[in-house]
């Protein structure tokens, strides 16, 4: 098996020595932002090349945001999926609105990275399109595009890993395409790092900055503001190794295969010393184990002395079939076989048991949740409470459903569903974040608002509401 990198920085050490060769082209380093910026940084120092970003912004199909029928770039480039839009039947009218959407988020960023200061010029150069791994590659398409509408002479797409269907794909569109690692089977790019947190609009212009300085130093800085201290958004912008909990280490960190019948499903186990309560995730639909946003909020939920296990919904043949990825019942089935075996381990003996659940996946906690009454706590990231209408009234756990303000479907789903919710329950909106809480501080503030609910109600003695008895409360936005 590949071995996987430790951070971004050292992949980009990596993929810069791969790139050696192309030193006295004097060439143009590209990056996608956000997570392709660090790796840009290493690559450009190794080398002496200008630095550079390229904004791409995926287009998601509407029902279902993490899936993407195509992507816009700067420039007016547009790149569309026809097998992704034939499949899910999305009309004219909707990619157009998709589009209009993602184009005002990406001239944000346009002018967030680079101010007033034009692209740098591209005309017969040679231009290296850098980011931190391919999966689909719809935004690394369009940003070739880009560098050829802009007259490169040269466009070369590195990085670090890449699924090798995608990178094979990708060879029309580049002169040459490189890669450190193209392992199979390939599911999601964060399965190939040990540490993926999400990188800030921050530290992608203090990159831009210390690059365009050529300001060298040694310092690492695959999180937000590496070891120099907090980032912007408080210290929980930095993501701990896994596994690092309040007593200074954990009892168990490992790899695991969770027994769910006829399958045995892999998994990240990590229950940190003097555990408070055990919190299994349960991921959205086109997602895995391997999400970076819950590994983000299963850092923090570490943090506050929770432990935590990750593990596959279905195995990879299943996830290939769609009908599988929005089976709620059949997800709630897994969850509850890996609850059971969760109870079997001695390191997770006695701890109560809360769920976290993002898009499908929060559906499915909260059907397992109605047939499991020992489930403490239940939180919804984003979810689809909806789409487990009919088990809703039979939940007794405490449940807290997080909704963006700029998600207006979803929140008006979580609204709904959450009537039929008779136990403690409360909806949070918080302000500027879109479906997937990729805008900076978001995705903290809601682990933030995850460990306090966990820890209230997993670490507190058991004091069930009753059926009878039920209680909303919505927090101002």
């Not at 689809?384 to 929140?411: F, H, I, K, M, N």
Request: charged share 25%; hydrophobic share 40%.
């Amino acid at each position: 098996m590949t071995r996987r990198f430790r951070d971004r920085q050292q992949a980009g050490t990596l993929l810069a020595e791969v790139l050696e060769r192309f030193r006295a082209d004097d060439p143009l380093v590209l990056a996608l932002p956000r997570g392709g910026v660090p790796i840009g940084f290493e690559v450009a120092r190794a080398l002496d090349a200008t630095l550079d970003v390229i904004v791409v912004r995926k287009l998601g199909v509407p029902f279902h945001p993490e899936l993407g029928m195509g992507a816009i770039g700067e420039g007016g480039v547009r790149v569309l999926d026809p097998s992704i839009i034939r499949s899910t039947q999305v009309s004219p009218d909707e990619i157009a609105a998709v589009e209009a959407r993602e184009r005002v988020e990406l001239e944000r960023r346009v002018h967030r990275y680079r101010g007033d200061r034009p692209m740098a010029p591209m005309e017969g150069r040679t231009v290296i399109v850098v980011d931190d791994g391919i999966a689909t590659g719809g935004t690394a398409r369009a940003a070739l595009q880009i560098a050829r509408e802009h007259g490169a002479r040269r466009v070369v797409l590195a990085v670090p890993v890449g699924a090798p269907d995608s990178l094979a794909e990708l060879a029309a569109d580049a002169d040459e395409v490189v890669a450190v690692a193209t392992p199979t089977p390939f599911l999601a790019i964060g399965q190939w790092y040990e540490h993926f947190g999400q990188t800030s609009d921050d530290e992608v212009c203090t990159l831009l900055e210390r690059a365009a300085a050529r300001r060298v130093d040694d310092a690492p800085h695959d999180g937000p503001s590496g070891d120099a201290g907090p980032g912007p958004h408080g210290p929980s912008d930095r993501i701990p190794p896994p596994g690092t909990g309040i007593s200074g280490g954990p009892a168990v960190d490992r790899d695991v295969e969770v027994a769910t019948g006829r399958l045995q499903l892999p998994g990240h186990l990590t229950v940190p010393a003097d555990a408070r309560g055990l919190v299994l995730f349960a991921h959205g639909s086109g997602s895995s184990r391997l999400s970076p946003r819950n590994r983000s909020v299963a850092a923090r939920l570490r943090d506050d002395g929770l432990a935590t296990l990750q593990f596959d919904l279905l195995s990879p043949e299943e996830s290939r079939e769609r009908a599988n990825v929005f089976d709620v019942e059949l997800l709630a089935v897994r969850l509850l076989a890996a609850t059971a075996w969760c109870r079997e381990q001695a390191s997770c003996r006695g701890l109560a048991i809360g769920y976290f659940g993002a898009s499908t996946g929060a559906a499915a906690a909260l059907w397992a949740a109605a047939e499991d009454g020992d489930i403490r706590a239940v939180v919804s990231r984003g979810g689809r409470p909806d789409l487990a209408a009919e088990r809703l009234g039979a939940v007794g756990a405490p449940t807290l459903l997080v909704v963006g303000s700029r998600d207006p479907v979803v929140l008006d789903l979580n609204e709904r569903a959450a009537r039929l919710l008779r136990a403690e329950h409360e909806i949070v909106v918080v302000p500027g974040a879109t479906h997937l809480f990729e805008e900076p501080g978001t995705l903290d503030e809601v682990a933030r608002l995850a460990g306090a609910w966990f820890t209230r109600h997993l670490a507190a003695p058991r004091g069930r509401l009753p059926r009878d008895f039920p209680r909303s409360t919505r927090a101002p936005s």
